[in-house]
């Protein structure tokens, strides 16, 4: 059996999100390498200040042009703008859910939180959307994976939070009170739900070989 290091950030999520991408191949064997990116490590940096850049890409990118890894494993969103030299997107699948969604600790809906409640997002669109539907509201920055923000809310450091649909689907998280947000009030990112697969551009085998999940 063909095995391959497949690089991807150490979040829980992450290593899901990899996992699914080997279930379309199950004839290879992906050995998961997780590597801390520049965004795991600095929590302080606002996201909405990053958008497009690769703060949460180009460690992994690193190794992936020094041949540390075979191939990585992407949120399609994360990409930057402009990829490294070298590199190119091999595959990238349908979305699972292209949707945000709002987690409350009390069961809310965006329509019927309490005036002033504190909503956590990093995302500069979903800030600028919850403020346009609701001037009352107060937007907070937000940092970490899927599972510490829900601790977040869980600690009360928030009222509700707005995560991707997708990831909650992916971590089996949905035992919380969520509702899905109409694309309405927030317009999700093109790319949400989407995983891509980067590998060198010299490695035509892994070309071909990752051509085939393409859209799957």
Known sequence: MLTLR?????????????????????????????????????????????EGTDFFT???????????????VHSAKDLEDGIPDGLVIAATTRSISPYDCLVSRSHYRLKTLPARSVIGTSSRNRKEAILKYRKDLLVKDIRGDTDE??????????????????ALIRLGREDHFFEVIPEEIIKPHPLQGRLAVQVRKDRQDLLNLFRGINDK
């Open 6 to 50: 497949i690089g991807t950030r150490p979040s829980p999520l992450a290593v899901k999100q990899v996992l699914e991408i080997n279930i379309l191949l199950p004839s290879v064997h992906f050995e998961i390498v997780k590597i801390d990116t520049e965004g795991d490590r600095n929590k302080t940096t606002p996201l909405d200040k990053m």
């Open 58 to 72: 180009r460690d992994i990118e690193d190794a992936l042009l020094k041949g540390s890894v075979d191939a990585a």
């Open 149 to 166: 923000r829900l601790e977040q809310l869980d600690g009360r450091e928030f009222d509700a939070i707005i995560v991707a649909h997708a």
